[in-house]
């Protein structure tokens, strides 16, 4: 699941950083910004969905594959 989150984060980086390179290495810094908030905002609703590994005995990842 976390390897979804990546590639999306790496999409919307691509296209960001397309999309701004109007504005130069500033574009570029603030697309890299934005695709890291997406990605950071995406892993936590994953996380937060799973149960704790303390709870059920299986971690997060292994919940998710």
Same mark, same amino acid.
């Given at each position: 699941?976390l @390897?979804r989150v %990546? !590639? @999306? /984060?790496t999409a =919307?980086? !691509?296209? +960001? &950083?397309y999309s701004l390179t109007g !504005?130069? $290495?500033? /574009?570029?810094?603030?697309? !890299?910004? $934005?695709? =890291?908030? =997406?990605?950071?905002?995406l892993a936590?609703v +994953?996380f #937060?969905r799973?149960?704790?590994q *303390? *709870? %059920?005995g =299986?971690?997060?990842? #292994? &919940?998710?594959?």
């Amino acid at each position: 699941m976390l @390897l979804r989150v %990546t !590639l @999306l /984060g790496t999409a =919307v980086q !691509l296209a +960001l &950083a397309y999309s701004l390179t109007g !504005l130069g $290495l500033p /574009g570029v810094c603030v697309a !890299l910004a $934005l695709a =890291v908030a =997406v990605q950071c905002a995406l892993a936590g609703v +994953l996380f #937060r969905r799973a149960p704790a590994q *303390e *709870e %059920t005995g =299986v971690s997060p990842a #292994r &919940a998710a594959g």
